[in-house]
């Protein structure tokens, strides 16, 4: 697994919880050091490990752990660069939906040997999406959950989402769009900048 994947395990225990509880998990997981490299690549089992210690460390199923992960990962301070480039899709969450089968592509350019989940998107029509998440390691798609939650809150709109995996172990995720504009969503600007 990509070290980078690894280290945002790591920076979400952190960052939420203290440097101290992310001491305990990584003893948990039995790690021989309590950093990663965020360019080095990793077994699959050490983030297996990760998420099953930071499961066991506050008592919560992974999926939980992980959706929370994607919510972490929008909205956090410290992990604005992410939120800005999923905000760059479009101005409502409808035109974030129908770009989102490139955010694989798009994060490549960043990091280029990062393996990412294969998304796409359909439109059933009615202010209903279907979106499929392929993935090379388990748990992306409760990830996926986190960061959809996540950007209709950003946006501002009032959604309904379904997530289950198919007979392929493909997740499947139905979003239903209520309200485009159900409330206000989080200040953005082009220009990076304080609040931003």
């Known amino acids: 697994m990509h070290g980078l994947i690894n280290a945002t395990l790591q920076f979400f225990v952190e960052d939420n919880y203290g440097a101290d509880r992310w001491a305990a998990v990584a003893r948990r997981a039995g790690l021989k050091t309590a950093m990663f490299e965020t360019m080095l690549v990793y077994e699959d ?3 297996n490990a990760v998420v099953r210690a930071i499961a066991q460390e506050f008592a919560r199923p992974p999926e939980a752990v992980l959706e929370d992960v994607g919510i972490y990962l929008v909205t956090h301070p410290k992990r604005q660069a992410l939120r800005r480039l999923l905000r760059f899709s479009g101005t409502d969450f409808r035109d974030f939906l129908y770009a989102l089968d490139d955010l694989p592509d798009r994060m490549r350019l960043a990091v280029p040997d990062l393996r990412l989940p294969s998304i796409a998107v359909s439109d059933l029509g009615g202010d209903r999406f ?16 986190g960061l959809l939650r996540a950007m209709a809150d950003d946006y501002g709109a009032l959604v309904v ?30 220009v990076a900048g304080e609040g931003a």
């Open 45 to 47: 089992t050490v983030t």
């Open 161 to 190: 989402l379904d997530h289950h995996a198919d007979d392929a172990g493909c997740d499947v995720f139905r979003v239903t769009l209520v309200k485009e504009a159900f409330m206000p969503g989080r200040a953005f600007d082009l």
């Open 130 to 145: 279907e979106i499929s998440c392929r993935s090379p390691f388990p748990g992306a798609g409760c990830v996926l959950m």
